[in-house]
């Protein structure tokens, strides 16, 4: 092998690297940086969002009848659509070929607010008595009543985003993770186990009609903590 | 006749080597790697490191052969796995290969790294071998992540799920991390696109120069697989160091050295 | 034909050892080929072959198509997951849960990068450093227990 041969470097040199290499360097980091942290700028900075969430943005969970009447929730499933990345809705209507809509089924649990007893029993359903003989053509005043009183319940357990289940035992029934055992009552609030918080409720809306509506956001604000459900 | 031939073959094969030799140097390294004397006593304990090499070779083999049947699309990954399951030929063996071996490999590396602590593998010089280790067994456990959503099923979803809830409660960067793995705001088409492109080409193109690091550093410093292997060597610098410090106890004395103090000390 | 290296051709016995080149080589060597390449062999065949009979024996699971929207299935973690799992479970709450799913990982990571200069005594067998040892020891038993734990809670879970 040859002797190694060490030149000076010159100013100039010096000049070239630096030069040479800060374009090569610009080019090859912040456009890529950009081009993978796209849905972070999207999202953090440009307050973006994949899932519609605009005023008119309500998606349809169930006529109000539907919620059992008495201490047990019933499962609904809702697809809200995903905009997200080669899904969004103006890609595709360019395409024409794909007109598959994403959307990410969730699981929404409906029941009526309980009363909790200080042992942590249920007391009175608070669910409204005129339900019983009407399901439909509500006055304002009946919707008020019932937003206020319905649980519209996200699946995705607080602590770990794992679907929860509602589980009977000693007569009460709860809802229950099957990750690290979280509990939570029939109102969603958190009983038991690791999670940090009640379960994620649905905004939501009662119509007329007597169906619940609900958009793909949830009461992340408040007493309940800073922390999204993000995942799901 | 047949001895013609096989001068002849023998002939050629030593043109074919010398040619080769001397335009790439190619006999004198194979040589040098083939040739290297390595410790004779723990032989079988340093099978767990090439264990973990050929297991690494069956993922990067099988995991390639997948992709050609292979979708990244949430509407057909499942269905592309399926097909590979129940219609390619050896699907079943191609991928129960990549699955398996990738089992054995945590085994494997887990096994390796205790041998390694246990046996003190990681003291100077080997320091950054050591260091070059620990990283390849994160990349491992992230490849081992990555791939699970890559099935779309069931189990891979929820475990997805679960492991990035576990990454929003990092502290200051929870958040922005999950939105960057999910490419997005949302678990969606983004999410599978973007542990795709980590589970088979971002994290495989950074293990693989530190699996050649990792070699590199390992021939250059020797194997160093336990203290038994220097028995031998130890015993004879003890015994050299009890006699000098005889001689140094005379010289200090002035008197011959009985052994008798040497006693006392035990007792 | 060859001559293979048996690391004896250098007069070892003349070589005067002392503390800094005792570890230099070891008492007996083998080439690297053919032995070890030989011995190196034969645990890959076995694990080759392992792997190629689970195939068959235990095809490569492909559960149901993933449901966003379930609420009968149980998410498990794979076994190597299992004691990490098993630890969320002692930290729960807000306060916790970062502490216990990131940080404490987190921090086990620096410090096993930074292991060969925390140990930096001048002595290899695990009996002549104790402490290594102990605390080596002691995170392969958490491993496992957890391990275990996490096991035990997986079989209990009503309804799995």
């Given at each position: 092998?040859?002797?190694l041969?060490?030149?000076?470097m010159?100013?100039?040199d010096f000049?070239?690297?630096g030069v040479l290499?800060?374009?090569?360097?610009?080019?090859?980091?912040?456009?890529p940086?950009a081009?993978?942290?796209?849905p972070?700028?999207?999202?953090?900075?440009?307050g973006?969002?994949?899932?519609?969430?605009?005023?008119?943005?309500?998606?349809?969970?169930?006529?109000?009848?539907?919620v059992?009447a008495?201490?047990?929730?019933?499962v609904?499933?809702?697809?809200?659509?995903?905009?997200?990345?080669y899904g969004?809705?103006?890609?595709q209507?360019?395409?024409?070929?794909?007109?598959?809509?994403?959307?990410?089924?969730?699981a929404?649990?409906?029941?009526?607010e309980?009363?909790?007893n200080a042992?942590?029993?249920?007391?009175?359903?608070?669910?409204?008595?005129?339900l019983?003989?009407?399901?439909?053509?509500?006055?304002?005043?009946?919707?008020?009543?019932?937003?206020?009183?319905?649980?519209?319940?996200?699946?995705?357990?607080?602590?770990?985003?794992?679907?929860?289940?509602?589980?009977?035992?000693?007569?009460?029934?709860?809802?229950?993770c099957?990750?690290?055992?979280?509990?939570?009552?029939?109102?969603g609030?958190?009983?038991?186990?690791?999670?940090?918080?009640?379960m994620y409720?649905?905004?939501?809306?009662?119509r007329?009609d007597?169906?619940?509506y609900?958009?793909?956001?949830?009461?992340?604000?408040?007493?309940?903590g800073?922390?999204?459900p993000?995942v799901? | 006749?047949?001895?013609?031939?096989?001068?002849?073959?023998?002939?050629?094969?030593k043109?074919?080597?010398d040619?080769m030799?001397?335009?790439?140097?190619?006999?004198?390294?194979?040589?040098?790697?083939?040739?290297?004397?390595v410790?004779?006593?723990?032989?079988?304990?340093?099978?767990?490191?090439s264990?973990?090499?050929?297991?690494?070779?069956?993922?990067?083999?099988?995991?390639?052969?997948?992709l050609?049947?292979?979708v990244?699309?949430?509407?057909?990954a499942?269905n592309?796995?399926?097909y590979?399951?129940?219609?390619a030929?050896?699907?079943?063996?191609?991928?129960?290969?990549?699955y398996w071996?990738?089992?054995?490999?945590l085994?494997?590396i887990?096994?390796h790294?205790?041998?390694?602590f246990?046996?003190?593998?990681?003291?100077?010089?080997?320091?950054?071998?050591w260091?070059?280790?620990?990283?390849?067994l994160?990349l491992?456990?992230?490849?081992?992540?990555?791939?699970?959503?890559?099935?779309?099923?069931?189990?891979?979803?929820?475990?997805?799920?679960?492991?990035?809830?576990?990454?929003?409660?990092s502290?200051?960067?929870?958040?922005?991390?999950?939105?960057?793995?999910m490419?997005?705001d949302?678990?969606?088409p983004?999410?599978?696109?973007r542990?795709f492109?980590?589970?088979?080409?971002?994290?495989?193109?950074?293990?693989?120069?530190?699996?050649?690091?990792?070699l590199?550093?390992?021939?250059?410093?020797g194997?160093?697989?336990?203290?038994?292997?220097?028995?031998?060597r130890?015993?004879?610098?003890?015994?050299r160091?009890?006699?000098?410090?005889?001689?140094?106890?005379?010289?200090d004395?002035?008197?011959?050295?009985t052994?008798?103090?040497?006693?006392?000390?035990r007792e | 034909?060859y001559?293979?290296?048996?690391?004896?051709?250098k007069?070892l016995?003349?070589?005067?050892?002392?503390?800094?080149?005792?570890?230099?080589?070891?008492?007996?060597?083998i080439?690297?080929?053919?032995?070890?390449v030989l011995?190196?062999?034969?645990v890959?065949?076995?694990i080759?072959?392992?792997?190629?009979v689970?195939?068959?024996?235990?095809p490569?699971?492909?559960?149901?198509?993933?449901?966003?929207?379930?609420?009968t299935?149980?998410p498990r973690?794979?076994?190597?997951?299992?004691?990490?799992?098993?630890?969320?479970?002692?930290?729960?709450?807000y306060?916790?849960?970062?502490?216990g799913?990131?940080?404490?990982p987190t921090?086990?990571i620096?410090?096993l990068?930074a292991?060969p200069?925390?140990d930096?005594?001048?002595n290899?067998?695990?009996?002549?450093?104790?402490?290594?040892t102990v605390?080596?020891?002691?995170?392969?038993?958490?491993?496992?227990?957890?391990?275990?734990?996490?096991?035990?809670?997986i079989?209990?879970?009503p309804?799995?």
């Open positions: 092998m040859a002797e041969q060490k030149d000076p010159t100013r100039g000049l070239g690297f290499g800060a374009v090569v360097g610009a080019i090859l980091t912040i456009p940086a081009f993978v942290l796209g972070l700028i999207d999202t953090d900075v440009r973006q969002s994949d899932v519609p969430s605009g005023p008119d943005d309500w998606f349809e969970v169930a006529p109000i009848s539907e059992p008495g201490t047990e929730p019933k609904f499933t809702v697809e809200f659509p995903v905009e997200q990345v969004k809705p103006e890609i209507e360019e395409s024409g070929t794909s007109s598959k809509e994403f959307t990410v089924p969730s929404i649990w409906l029941s009526w309980h009363e909790i042992d942590g029993t249920y007391g009175q359903n608070l669910r409204p008595s005129f019983d003989g009407k399901s439909e053509g509500l006055s304002e005043s009946e919707i008020e009543e019932i937003q206020s009183t319905l649980n519209v319940l996200s699946s995705s357990c607080a602590h770990l985003g794992c679907p929860v289940r509602w589980l009977i035992r000693e007569g009460e029934g709860e809802f229950l099957p990750c690290h055992g979280g509990i939570y009552n029939i109102n609030e958190y009983v038991a186990g690791p999670p940090p918080r009640d409720s649905y905004d939501f809306e009662v007329e007597g169906i619940v609900a958009k793909h956001q949830f009461d992340t604000g408040g007493d309940n800073p922390q999204e993000y799901i | 006749m047949i001895g013609r031939i096989r001068s002849q073959a023998f002939e050629t094969g043109f074919l080597t040619w030799e001397h335009r790439t140097g190619i006999v004198t390294m194979m040589e040098h790697f083939l040739y290297e004397p410790p004779k006593r723990g032989a079988w304990l340093y099978t767990l490191g264990a973990t090499l050929f297991c690494i070779s069956l993922q990067f083999l099988t995991g390639i052969l997948l050609f049947y292979y990244p699309t949430t509407d057909h499942w592309s796995i399926y590979i399951m129940n219609e030929y050896f699907g079943t063996l191609i991928r129960g290969i990549h071996s990738a089992n054995f490999l085994v494997v887990g096994l790294m205790a041998q390694v246990f046996s003190g593998g990681y003291k100077a010089p080997r320091e950054l071998n260091v070059v280790g620990v990283a390849l994160l491992v456990v992230v490849l081992a992540f990555t791939g699970y959503l890559l099935r779309w099923d069931q189990d891979g979803f929820w475990a997805s799920v679960v492991g990035m809830k576990i990454g929003s409660y502290p200051f960067v929870g958040g922005p991390t999950i939105r960057f793995l490419g997005g949302v678990i969606g983004s999410t599978l696109s542990f492109a980590l589970h088979v080409w971002l994290l495989p193109a950074a293990l693989a120069p530190l699996i050649g690091a990792h590199y550093l390992l021939r250059k410093h194997v160093f697989g336990s203290e038994f292997e220097y028995s031998d130890l015993a004879k610098l003890h015994e160091e009890r006699l000098e410090s005889y001689e140094q106890y005379e010289e004395e002035g008197e011959p050295f052994g008798r103090r040497d006693r006392e000390d | 034909m001559a293979p290296a048996t690391g004896q051709a007069p016995e003349e070589e005067v050892i002392t503390e800094e080149n005792v570890y230099e080589r070891p008492d007996e060597t080439a690297f080929f053919p032995k070890q011995y190196d062999l034969f890959s065949t076995l080759l072959l392992a792997c190629s689970l195939s068959y024996v235990a490569a699971p492909l559960s149901e198509p993933a449901d966003p929207a379930t609420t299935y149980i973690p794979e076994w190597f997951f299992f004691f990490y799992e098993q630890m969320l479970m002692f930290f729960p709450g306060a916790l849960i970062g502490f799913a990131v940080v404490v921090i086990f620096i410090l990068f292991l200069w925390m930096r005594g001048p290899y067998s695990p009996l002549q450093r104790p402490f290594a605390i080596g020891l002691l995170v392969v038993i958490t491993i496992v227990l957890n391990m275990l734990l996490a096991l035990a809670r079989i209990n879970f309804g799995a």
